[in-house]
């Protein structure tokens, strides 16, 4: 019996009618409730705590505006050691961080926006296990080998992402914002952000750059089913790096500055799924020439 006649046995062991198939489905959907309510308990009762640490970019921001101010030159590495905390910020005198809310119920939703977010991310390998057992069965066995290593990837390259936000683009898009602040004639325009409005361009970078990260991952399943080739996806490398600005310049705030930070990674993110489908290739190709010479 070959290995396919094997999978194709596995598999049709594994068949089962409608009704099973639709009370296994709700009682992983099950699962995957619980421990969504679970984490997002659990968020929301750090969510003070979650707010603060993601205050912190911009709270490094404003030190370094303060000490420096708006005319005054700030080291890129400074700004990124200081958000990480491998660098004591500058001293501000009396003045503190100040976020404003102007509505009644606006930190209460803010929190529960935020739990949300924390309670999809910490039940994802949850919700990733569940969905992997429920369709795993109807995979061949060299499918289910292949699928595993996606899941791994795919969380690893969204923090990935999320990390760069984080430590490097937030900074300076709040030193960008802080900057634009406008004085003169007795008449003062700075920035005072909103809890909820800092907490949703957070949110909005946070899925941008790691959504965007995932092409890797994309490009790597469209190719294993023989969708696209290396030698095509090398070819049109000059339609790709035109796409990609155009996505950095729509997903992140209008400055150069962001946008480069997403494109840069966003080409190099392509030229390793070039790398990747290639490898594919050379394997299929083993794996046709080893089945060749077995008949």
Same mark, same amino acid.
């Given at each position: 019996?070959?290995?396919?006649?094997?999978?194709?046995?596995?598999?049709?062991?594994?068949?089962?009618?409608?009704?099973?198939?639709?009370?296994?489905?709700?009682?992983?959907?099950?699962?995957?409730?619980?421990?969504?309510?679970? $984490?997002?308990?659990?968020?929301?009762?750090?969510?003070?705590?979650?707010?603060?640490?993601?205050?912190?970019?911009? $709270?490094?921001?404003?030190?370094?505006?303060?000490?420096?101010?708006?005319?005054?030159?700030?080291?890129?590495?400074?700004?990124?050691?200081? !958000? $990480?905390?491998?660098?004591?910020?500058? !001293?501000?005198?009396?003045?503190?961080?100040?976020?404003?809310?102007?509505?009644?119920?606006?930190?209460?939703? !803010?929190?529960?926006?935020?739990?949300?977010?924390?309670?999809?991310?910490?039940?994802?390998?949850?919700?990733?296990?569940?969905?992997?057992?429920?369709?795993?069965?109807?995979?061949?066995?060299?499918?289910?080998?292949?699928?595993?290593?996606?899941?791994?990837?795919?969380?690893?390259?969204?923090?990935?992402?999320?990390?760069?936000?984080?430590?490097?683009?937030?900074?300076?898009?709040?030193?960008?914002?802080?900057?634009?602040?406008?004085?003169?004639?007795?008449?003062?325009?700075?920035?005072?952000?909103?809890?909820?409005?800092?907490?949703?361009? #957070? !949110?909005?970078?946070?899925?941008?750059?790691?959504?965007?990260?995932?092409?890797?991952?994309?490009?790597?399943?469209?190719?294993?089913?023989?969708?696209?080739?290396?030698?095509?996806?090398?070819?049109?490398?000059?339609?790709?790096?035109?796409?990609?600005?155009?996505?950095? $310049? #729509?997903?992140?705030?209008?400055?150069?500055?962001?946008?480069?930070?997403?494109?840069?990674?966003? #080409?190099?993110?392509?030229?390793?799924?070039?790398?990747?489908?290639?490898?594919?290739?050379?394997?299929?190709?083993?794996?046709?020439?080893?089945?060749?010479?077995?008949?």
């Amino acid at each position: 019996m070959t290995h396919l006649d094997r999978d194709d046995a596995e598999i049709e062991a594994s068949r089962a009618p409608l009704m099973d198939h639709l009370i296994e489905l709700r009682k992983r959907l099950m699962v995957c409730v619980v421990a969504f309510v679970l $984490a997002f308990i659990l968020c929301f009762a750090f969510a003070s705590h979650i707010y603060l640490f993601l205050v912190k970019p911009y $709270a490094a921001a404003f030190a370094f505006f303060q000490s420096v101010g708006a005319h005054g030159g700030v080291s890129p590495l400074d700004l990124i050691l200081g !958000t $990480a905390g491998l660098k004591p910020l500058p !001293t501000i005198g009396a003045e503190e961080v100040k976020l404003i809310y102007t509505a009644p119920l606006e930190i209460l939703f !803010t929190k529960m926006k935020l739990a949300a977010l924390g309670g999809v991310f910490i039940a994802f390998p949850v919700i990733a296990y569940q969905l992997y057992r429920f369709i795993a069965p109807g995979l061949y066995r060299n499918e289910r080998g292949a699928f595993l290593p996606f899941l791994v990837a795919a969380p690893l390259l969204f923090v990935l992402g999320a990390a760069l936000v984080y430590y490097v683009m937030l900074p300076f898009v709040m030193w960008f914002s802080l900057s634009q602040g406008i004085s003169g004639d007795g008449i003062t325009a700075e920035l005072l952000p909103k809890v909820s409005d800092y907490l949703s361009l #957070v !949110t909005a970078l946070v899925l941008a750059f790691g959504f965007c990260f995932q092409l890797p991952v994309v490009m790597t399943l469209i190719g294993m089913a023989g969708l696209i080739s290396s030698e095509l996806m090398a070819k049109g490398r000059r339609y790709a790096i035109v796409a990609v600005v155009v996505v950095a $310049a #729509v997903v992140t705030p209008p400055d150069p500055v962001s946008q480069l930070m997403l494109a840069i990674p966003m #080409v190099l993110l392509y030229e390793i799924s070039i790398w990747c489908v290639r490898i594919i290739e050379m394997r299929r190709k083993k794996s046709d020439q080893a089945s060749d010479a077995a008949a």
